[in-house]
């Protein structure tokens, strides 16, 4: 257990060396639209130098045996230490220019006729952009390739797990940037045909002001705002939920000030020089052009209207998140988006159930775990 110094990417440099967006450049800031307050430059300054400092730290935290680091977490978590002193730590990594969302309009760009080679680069890119892009929920809008594979596998090599049916209609919800949908595509089509894969998820569009330089949801709420050597993030990991501590809030209130001093000041304008930006991997953004993969907006607590052979649904619907009644409406809202006979997988990394859906009914055909 590493969660109060966590392991990080390190994000890609800032000069554009060797860098494929260095010619897409990004538009030019207009004048007098982008001075900061002196109070918020030297709130950015310290925060920096204080996560540089915390980086050597960091480095002998993970030295720690795990018996000795989880009885430090069981024992500190509560007052949200941890949460703080972790998301000082990688706050400058997490926060540099090259990860500003704005950057996918450039890299977008770019991808249009790159290399093979710049291909996997801008990849690289856009996976450090989504891993820094918190959303208002406190979900960070990223994930990790081959995830599932792992648990797909055996679940299609369990003969009671197998549709009868030779092309089948599948559903992935959450979906985040589509990256682990790639794999479970290539996985899934070994042993059906796909008559259509669908992602589903809160989060698809992000809306970049060009003028302002930062960046809202699709509901128009602040997101980011890009500052001269870094980026702010209004929004924490985890902000919505309860696992960063009672007291993190606490510890974290100066960052909730300047948040709340930048969304009066960065209030969203339709007469601003905005542009939309769909947050998905370049690569599955490639299958979507080709009709392989079909992009919508869906909430798991609201009404899925439409009908599936199979639905998964991956690091969602857990009690870590959710309450049960919670997760119970959920579970349900999927039960019915299944065909008769179609299946449900739900899971994490470890834990996985299967259920296949019987006469209206969700009835368990494998499980390993808790979830």
């Given at each position: ?156 090599a369990d003969p009671r797990c197998r549709l009868d049916k ?206």
């Amino acid at each position: 257990m590493r969660s109060t110094f966590s392991e990080e990417r390190t994000a890609g440099s800032q000069d554009g060396t060797g860098d494929p967006l260095a010619d897409a450049r990004a538009p030019s800031r207009a004048p007098g639209r982008r001075s900061q307050s002196a109070l918020a430059a030297a709130g950015s300054l310290l925060v920096a130098i204080a996560s540089r400092a915390l980086e050597g730290v960091k480095n002998l935290w993970n030295r720690v045996p795990d018996g000795v680091s989880k009885r430090v977490h069981a024992a500190l978590d509560w007052t949200g230490v941890p949460y703080f002193l972790n998301y000082i730590a990688i706050y400058d990594t997490r926060h540099q220019l090259s990860n500003f969302a704005g950057k996918l309009v450039a890299l977008n760009t770019a991808h249009v006729g790159s290399s093979p080679e710049q291909r996997h680069q801008l990849a690289q890119q856009f996976e450090e952009i989504t891993e820094s892009l918190i959303m208002k929920n406190g979900v960070k809008k990223s994930t990790h390739p081959r995830r599932q594979r792992g648990i797909l596998t055996r679940v299609l090599a369990d003969p009671r797990c197998r549709l009868d049916k030779p092309a089948i209609k599948v559903l992935e919800i959450p979906s985040s940037i589509g990256m682990t949908a790639l794999d479970n595509f290539a996985t899934l089509s070994q042993r059906y045909g796909i008559r259509a894969y669908v992602l589903g998820d809160l989060f698809w569009q992000l809306h970049y002001d060009m003028d302002r330089e930062c960046v809202f949801d699709d509901e128009f709420n602040l997101l980011q705002v890009k500052q001269k050597n870094r980026f702010f993030s209004i929004y924490r990991p985890g902000q919505s939920g309860s696992g960063d501590g009672l007291l993190a809030a606490v510890w974290l209130f100066p960052f909730e000030l300047m948040s709340r001093y930048l969304k009066r000041r960065y209030v969203y304008s339709a007469s601003s020089n905005t542009v939309p930006i769909r947050v998905l991997h370049p690569d599955a953004e490639a299958m979507v052009r080709t009709g392989d993969l079909t992009v919508r907006k869906m909430d798991v607590f609201s009404e899925i209207r439409d009908r599936y052979d199979m639905i998964l649904c991956f690091n969602l619907l857990l009690r870590s998140y959710f309450p049960a009644e919670q997760i119970a409406r959920g579970i349900e809202n999927l039960k019915n988006a299944l065909e008769e006979r179609g299946f449900l997988i739900m899971g994490d990394q470890v834990s996985f159930s299967v259920a296949q859906k019987l006469d209206g009914e969700l009835v368990v055909v494998e499980r390993e775990g808790r979830l």
